[in-house]
């Protein structure tokens, strides 16, 4: 099966994009600016939490539960990233962040126990920072637990891993540790880019990691890749999705470049330092990347993830976005967010701070919130239709009302944009257009009591470039306003 040359590629994917009328969608706010756009990570976001009691958490957890371990250190400060992290911090820091991982596992040990696990994601960070030795002590803390035996396990990979004199024992480590699928962060195979954006790897180390991880029979691998880059082109982009085909890859994350002002590379966009995608080019980009991996027999699943494989692009995906209600997400160490006993809630995203709480006995929760029946509804919704979709009749089974009578306005504003469709056996999805605006799409469901606790809490970030909650809150709900506001936010 031949892949579509560039022409081809791009042909097709600017005829595409006259499918995805931005002019018209703006003007019903059902387009974010690319700086104000963002995926809602959780809902409510974390500008509508406030304190939570911890025990709260424990109260209801599902049968069946799902495990995040966030470890915060890097080599290097990747300017795109606003993920929880400290750069090459000394040993005994990292030892003290493991010690302390134990000690709050420790907390849930009754409260979780008989409960079946089916995935744990460890993240960060660059949780392959972690040497071979404090990854046999992170494995070890694991497996006095949990049971990962049937276990999805997804641990993620920098590229330069291929480079360290330990590769090989590090990858053996993490196998029999129960890693079952690993992720690597590439990003993109321009080498330019790579260096704008502070990665700290070469393409050359993409190649040879992916290698070494072939030769260790790893064979759930999956690559993310970003589009709208600085610098980055429409060739460069059919370039570096093109020669990650070559390796032989067969699972991706493709993905929008979204902005954050904590970020480097916000400021980047705001001083014109370097050039990035508009609005169109990312649309182009994105159909393009839609027309190569359909051709060569990958499928979506959920959206922005793609698979050759007959099996789901992997089940911590699908039990997000999929599972509903009925599945907890149980977060280990600073700056996870989780979700249990119908509650949503951060830990500490400061590193000292959640060191001083589980040091001192305390629960590290930072903020949460519980859910009401409206905001279960509305948190389902825009995670669904992120997948598979929302079945309508699932939908009333579930809470009792008709998805259609609840949200008329909504689904009729978004029906007449061309963002959703309903199939004739009853499934809610995203159109082309809804994919691509899909953090609108969600933003659109954002009750009103939610978006005005945002909104006031918002109000109160002194400075939004170096603010916590700014930075940990993953929703397009008061974002930057006009080109002007966000160019002196980011400034």
Not at 128 to 149: E, H, V
Not at 168 to 194: A, E, H, M, N, Y
């Amino acid at each position: 099966m031949r892949a579509p040359t560039y022409s081809e590629a791009l042909e097709l994917a600017i005829d595409r994009s006259y499918d995805v009328n931005i002019d018209m969608l703006r003007s019903r706010n059902l387009h974010l600016d690319t700086f104000n756009d963002y995926l809602v990570g959780t809902y409510p976001p974390l500008k509508a939490m406030g304190e939570i009691n911890p025990e709260t958490l424990l109260n209801r957890i599902a049968p069946s539960i799902d495990l995040y371990f966030h470890i915060p250190f890097c080599h290097q400060y990747c300017t795109f990233c606003h993920f929880g992290k400290e750069i090459n911090p000394p040993a005994g820091r990292v030892e003290r962040y493991l010690a302390a991982l134990d000690k709050e596992m420790s907390w849930s040990d009754a409260a979780l126990a008989g409960r079946a696990i089916e995935t744990a994601f460890v993240g960060g960070g660059t949780p392959s920072f972690l040497t071979n030795d404090q990854l046999k002590t992170f494995f070890g803390m694991i497996g006095k637990r949990f049971d990962l035996s049937n276990s999805e396990v997804s641990f993620e990979l920098h590229p330069s891993l291929a480079k360290q004199a330990d590769a090989t024992d590090r990858i053996s480590t993490l196998l029999k540790g129960g890693v079952t699928r690993f992720v690597l962060g590439v990003q993109t195979l321009d080498q330019g880019i790579l260096q704008i954006l502070n990665r700290g790897h070469r393409v050359d180390e993409v190649m040879q990691t992916v290698k070494l991880l072939k030769e260790m029979g790893v064979e759930n691998l999956s690559l993310d890749l970003m589009y709208g880059l600085p610098e980055q082109t429409l060739r460069s982009w059919y370039d570096s999705l093109i020669g990650l085909l070559d390796m032989g890859v067969e699972k991706f994350n493709v993905f929008p470049l979204m902005f954050k002002s904590t970020d480097p590379v916000a400021r980047h966009l705001a001083s014109g330092r370097y050039q990035f995608a508009g609005a169109k080019e990312r649309v182009i980009m994105h159909f393009m990347a839609d027309h190569i991996l359909t051709s060569l027999g990958y499928r979506h699943g959920p959206i922005f993830y793609w698979t050759r494989m007959s099996q789901p692009h992997c089940v911590q995906q699908a039990r997000k976005y999929d599972s509903w209600n009925d599945n907890n997400l149980i977060p280990f160490g600073m700056g996870g967010f989780g979700f249990m006993s119908e509650c949503q809630f951060y830990n500490e995203a400061d590193l000292d701070r959640y060191l001083s709480r589980v040091e001192g006995g305390e629960k590290p929760v930072w903020k949460g919130v519980v859910l009401s029946q409206d905001d279960l509804m509305r948190r389902t919704l825009m995670f669904a239709l992120r997948s598979s979709g929302v079945l309508l009749s699932r939908f009333e089974r579930e809470f009792g009302v008709s998805l259609e009578k609840y949200f008329t306005r909504e689904i009729k504003t978004l029906k007449e944009a061309g963002l959703i469709s309903i199939s004739t056996d009853g499934v809610l999805s995203l159109t082309d257009a809804g994919i691509i605006n899909s953090g609108a799409v969600s933003l659109l469901f954002f009750s009103n009591d939610v978006l005005e606790q945002v909104a006031y809490n918002d109000s109160r970030i002194a400075d939004k470039r170096t603010d916590l909650i700014e930075k940990h809150d993953y929703s397009p709900a008061a974002r930057y306003g006009s080109s002007i506001q966000m160019k002196a936010v980011f400034q």
